[in-house]
């Protein structure tokens, strides 16, 4: 009886494979597989197409960002000229401001010399006249004209 059982289950083995054969599952089997291998392959096709499109808009953005950062070099560089030219130009403005001011000064200080020098001789000549008067009016007519001529001669050599 042991022999039979595994006889039979031979025997239904064989027919189980000549069944599958005969619905032509190694076929399908096959076709599932190539279908599998041919999506595979796509897919794998699909990834290699979306790794270089990656690259190209890597190096794409690589070169927009050089760009930026060479464009942002050139405003900073221009920025830095820009800003040399103010301070220079600032400088000038200030050097020229303060020769401005300066003149200015010398010249309201050589007029304030020139009044001071003014009044000052019309002060001594106001009292040299006014020494002259009270000598002739104390003295002689001819004393009081030679001390008057005296004093006005060393009047006008102090002055000049």
Not at 6 to 31: N, Q, R
Not at 110 to 116: C, D, F, G, M, N
Not at 124 to 153: N, P, Q
Request: net charge positive; glycine share 2%; no cysteine.
């Amino acid at each position: 009886m042991a022999l039979d059982a595994t006889f039979w289950a031979f025997i239904a083995l064989l027919l189980f494979l000549a069944l599958a054969v005969y619905m032509k599952v190694p076929g399908m089997i096959g076709a599932a597989l190539d279908k599998r291998a041919v999506k595979i392959t796509s897919d794998i096709e699909e990834a290699r197409r979306l790794r270089e499109e990656a690259q190209q808009l890597l190096a794409e953005y690589q070169r927009r960002r050089r760009e930026a950062e060479a464009e942002a070099a050139d405003i900073v560089a221009a920025a830095k000229r820009e800003a040399e030219l103010l301070a220079k130009e600032a400088k000038v403005r200030t050097e020229d401001y303060v020769t401005r001011r300066t003149a200015l000064a010398e010249h309201k200080i050589a007029q304030a010399e020139r009044e001071a020098v003014n009044e000052v001789r019309a002060s001594a000549v106001d009292i040299a006249v006014e020494a002259a008067r009270s000598l002739l009016a104390g003295k002689d007519a001819k004393a009081g004209s030679d001390l008057f001529k005296a004093s006005l001669s060393a009047v006008k050599s102090k002055l000049n």
